[in-house]
């Protein structure tokens, strides 16, 4: 049997991990700007992860939802504290694609209604409703067409609020990223995010913050949305909630209500899962990576801003994206084989760095010089 050939592969069979460093077979060193497209979050085979995930496993990895699982309790207790969000309510899934469609589908069932504000650019997953909401059609099949979707533009709070003030009563959610991912690393603007919690207050919607790349302190707060100082009704979560274990989330307020089946997942919540995830904050907290993330992503920042040959240098944290002229069409490439550094990268023109929240001011002062060697060769 061959794989189904969906994903455009770089000919590198990594084999092993460390920190913000990989090998791969050959034993070649490569430094790791991407995270695995943000997933890494306190390094890669962080011990006190590996040492979880073993004891766990030893223990009982998986029972389906119709017992107790007392580390759910102890992952969300514990999630209440590093968020503040002590009174919401922890719902656990896989993915970020999962996490979006439930928080859909509740606040569709909290308000009775069926229209979703998302915004250009957008990303939130490619399941039926959340690739509804991405504003790609290229991945949206016929049958995943609907138009209980609006799309308005990022950035936009004139245009949100007149859509609200003629239709305000049929919106069920809007759906935002803190910081786009997938669509460049694009900010959203305080005053922006002000004017969703506003308009969603006035006509009883739902904000939900698409927190799956940029949450779990990427940005340098817990979620990204922290820096507008507005609350979400509900934050979605993944990627870097279980530093490569699957696993995802969605963190509901308490004026949303849960009623018995309204949602349910096998393999959601899974005591494996949770065990990684309890890792992951116990990390965060203990080593100081939402800190280390702000302090290493202005260092970055400032960096790339002083280098020429790049422009629009962005983001927020280790979530950075920067413009590459025409000439420099085949930096990344050249980044991952000629200097052995993974970077990311939105189409058509953006450079996206997404390194675990735990890389040391070394391993990016190390990213600094060789790119700057790798654009110098570009100069004429
Ligand atoms: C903002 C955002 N939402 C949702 C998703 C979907 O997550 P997953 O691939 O885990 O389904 C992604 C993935 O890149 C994302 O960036």
């Known amino acids: 049997m061959k794989l189904f050939d969906v994903y455009p592969i770089n000919d590198i069979n990594i084999t092993h991990a460390k920190g913000s460093?990989?090998?791969?077979?050959?034993?070649n060193e490569y430094l790791d700007m991407y995270?695995?497209?943000a997933v890494i979050s306190i390094g890669h085979?962080?011990?006190?992860?590996?040492?979880?995930?073993?004891?766990?496993?030893?223990?009982?990895?998986?029972?389906s939802n119709s017992i107790k699982i007392p580390i759910q309790e102890e992952l969300a207790h514990k999630l209440g504290a590093v968020t503040g969000k002590k009174n919401y309510q922890l719902f656990l899934c896989n993915s970020g694609a999962e996490a979006n469609e439930n928080a859909l589908k509740l606040a569709s069932f909290h308000t009775g209604r069926k229209k979703i504000i998302a915004f250009s650019k957008a990303f939130h997953g490619r399941t039926s409703l959340a690739v509804a909401a991405t504003d790609n059609p290229s991945i949206i099949a016929p049958v995943n067409q609907t138009d209980n979707i609006v799309f308005l533009p990022f950035n936009d709070a004139d245009a949100l609020e007149l859509y609200f003030k003629n239709h305000g009563n049929e919106i069920a959610a809007v759906i935002v990223e803190g910081i786009q991912g997938v669509g460049g690393i694009n900010v959203a603007e305080n005053s922006f995010?002000?004017?969703i919690r506003k308009n969603c207050d006035q006509y009883g919607a739902v904000y939900v913050a698409d927190s799956v790349q940029c949450g779990y302190g990427r940005s340098g707060k817990f979620f990204s949305h922290d820096f507008a100082g507005v609350e979400a009704d509900i934050y979605s979560m993944?990627?870097?909630?279980g530093n490569g274990f699957p696993i995802g989330g969605i963190i509901i307020s308490p004026k949303l209500k849960a009623k018995h089946g309204m949602l349910g997942t096998t393999f959601g919540g899974n005591h494996l899962a949770?065990?990684?995830?309890?890792?992951?904050?116990?990390?965060?907290?203990?080593?100081?990576?939402?800190?280390?993330?702000?302090?290493?992503?202005?260092?970055?920042a400032a960096s790339l801003k002083s280098i020429e040959a790049i422009s629009a240098v962005r983001g927020r944290g280790l979530m950075i994206g920067f413009d590459v002229p025409e000439k420099l069409k085949n930096l990344k490439k050249d980044l991952l084989f000629k200097y052995k550094i993974f970077t990311g990268e939105a189409k058509p023109n953006v450079m996206r760095l997404l390194p675990s929240l735990a890389i040391t001011m070394e391993e990016a002062a190390l990213f600094i010089q060789q790119l700057k060697h790798a654009i110098e060769h570009y100069q004429d």
Do not use: R
């Open 45 to 63: 085979t962080h011990p006190h992860w590996v040492h979880n995930i073993e004891s766990q496993l030893k223990k009982i990895a998986f029972y």
């Open 21 to 27: 460093k990989v090998w791969d077979e050959n034993q």
């Open 274 to 300: 949770c065990a990684a995830a309890l890792a992951v904050l116990e990390v965060i907290e203990k080593e100081h990576l939402m800190h280390n993330a702000t302090k290493v992503g202005e260092f970055l």
């Open 193 to 195: 995010l002000l004017t």
């Open 35 to 37: 995270g695995g497209h």
């Open 238 to 241: 993944a990627k870097g909630m």
